[in-house]
């Protein structure tokens, strides 16, 4: 299991209970150098540091006293317990290879090579320059993700990213440039109906195909329907238009209402606040969207250099995306 959350950096004599006979505060060792480096808060008194999952909005957070540090904690059962065995302020891909009943972990690697191919675990970065007589030299870093959930982090160039398969996180601090994602996955579910039918359903009086199927649509681990399948490829037919739908055939078919949860997407994780505005929900965000030719550009202020900051998502628009898309962190 692996999960992102924050810790509460606090000074070396944090006393949260003004109580001299408990220990408010636990020394770690962030970097892995065998040496204790940060100190962080244990409300708890259990010797380890406490988690603080919604950052500044968690129960015990202390702003005075504290300062938030993200984190990536990985954990491995172990003799039936859950064994914390990788903790680092840098988000790393943590993967298990089993072979029968072996597991091996994989942490921070780039590339796996089998006998026949070679698999990329990392995204792969390549950086261009161009010159022109109005903008001078310019620099650019094109981003190529993997077919796995990626983590990246937008940086100072301009840059191109295409985020592959998978569930993708592009986290946006102010040392961002003007980027453009080509290939950015809106959340995108859907009302629709199916179309319920009799077991003998036929429409093609052809016995060598099944024009229904089965499916479990409630989540209760039981096939419900049948369902109208009129192409044979194992899924129910959408009937977007209802009983308009021209293969809705009224005698033989009854509409059910469904809605179709999208859980592939890909999440902008923003820093609250960015660049002195007034980011700090999807709300606050929209106000700064704006469809072009080439798809939503989001305006983000003006940056750490004192240049605007913007990011494109190449062929989406405004009315694509929702809440679902965004996260907005107190730090990255």
Known sequence: M??????????SDF???NNADTVDV????????????SYFADLNNDGTADQFAQGSDTDGFDAASMTLRQITLAYEQVNGSAKLFYEDVVSEKVFSATTGNNTDT?????????????????PTASDTSSFSAAAGIVQTREIEGTGFADVIDIEALDEVLTLGDENDIVRVGSNGGVDMITDFDAKNDVDTYYAIVGNDFNPDSNDDTADKVSVDIDGDNSADGPFADLDNNSVPDHFDAGADDANFDAPTMT?????IIDDSFDVIEI???LN???ITSFESLRSRMSDTNLGVEISLGVNEAGEEQQITLEGVTVDELSASNFAFVDVL
């Open 255 to 259: 509409l059910q209402a469904i809605e």
């Open 2 to 11: 692996v999960e992102d959350t924050y810790l509460a950096v606090v000074a």
């Open 15 to 17: 006393d949260a209970d």
């Open 106 to 122: 994989l942490i921070g690697v780039e590339l796996v090579e089998f006998a026949d191919k070679a698999l990329d675990l990392q």
């Open 276 to 278: 002195g505005t007034s």
């Open 26 to 37: 636990v020394h770690v060792d962030t970097n892995r150098d065998g040496e204790a480096d």
């Open 271 to 273: 820093e609250k606040l």
